[in-house]
């Protein structure tokens, strides 16, 4: 049984190789914030995503990072959909992309501008392109040390290779995961433990598998996640969860506690969505609703 801090133990689940997140666990595990802290102490993170199509998805993970606690959050885009997202928030820092695409050389000019930060998200919104780009700047981000979540288009196994071994969630659906992997992981709970688990070892990266009951391993230990409801069939609240796993490490939590935490997180706040407003909830909704859920947990 994986103990969290020395203090927290999951409840076993169902599945005698997993162990489901609990509140208590949850509670304990992110860290408070100092009574004299500064402007940074509290987590940073880098958003790299979007396209001339979707301006949403890395709006969202960002959004969703800030209400996690973070002290602050680069949002790197397209130079073309820049103005549309600083019109959304003044709490954005956004960083022009000089290409439309992820291209090398628009990913050497965001380096030189973006300061080394705990954690990042890549692939939100980011569509489908040739992965030069996109290889150089996880390759980079995690020779700074960043813990990285790869998210959407970054779930390709060239790019998803480069981060094993390092500290570094994947968040994918189950079609994803068979894109990753190569296997379907199943409709069981028992199936999909087993196939999480092992390629979880095998690519040296947690992995987080979203469904209806969410599975994450590091490929050692395993939780199941059971929070969340149909209503989060809606758009973007799984651009809302990578953004919720990278503020949580950015805090210092390690990658599979922080992927445990953001589902668990992450669906709580759609069910209160849901039981204020019905089947009709958006991906906002659900930001909406993190701070009152991490409020009550303690946090």
Sequence with gaps: MHIYSGAIQYHESVDSQAFETTPEMVSAAIPKRVHDSRKGQNGIVAVVGGSWLYHGAPTLACMAALRSGVDLVYLAVPKG?????????????????ADAKLTLGSVNRLLTWLPSVPAAVVG????????????????????????????????????????????????????????????????S?????????????????????????????DGVQVATNRTGCSAMTVGG????????????????????EAAAIGAYINGLAGQEA??????????????????????????
């Design 124 to 187: 939100p919104g980011m569509g489908k392109q040739k992965t030069t780009g996109l290889k150089r700047l996880v390759g980079e981000l995690a020779s700074r040390g960043t813990k990285t979540v790869l998210d959407a288009d970054a779930l390709t196994p060239e790019v998803t290779g480069i981060v094993g071994g390092k500290p570094s969630v994947v968040t994918p659906h189950a079609g994803e995961f068979k894109r990753l992997y190569g296997i379907d992981p199943g409709t």
């Design 81 to 97: 959909i820049v103005p549309s997202i600083r019109a959304i928030s003044p709490n954005f820092i956004v960083l022009p992309l």
């Design 237 to 256: 609240t799984g651009d809302v969860l990578a953004g919720l796993v990278a503020g949580i490490m950015s805090k210092g939590v390690p990658p599979f």
């Design 189 to 217: 709970l028992e199936e999909r433990i087993s196939a999480v688990k092992a390629n979880a070892a095998h690519a040296g990266v947690t992995v987080l598998l979203k469904g209806p009951i969410d599975v994450i391993s």
């Design 274 to 299: 849901a039981e204020r407003l019905g089947d009709h909830i958006l991906a906002t909704d659900v930001i909406d609703m993190i701070p009152l859920v991490m409020k009550r947990l303690g946090r």
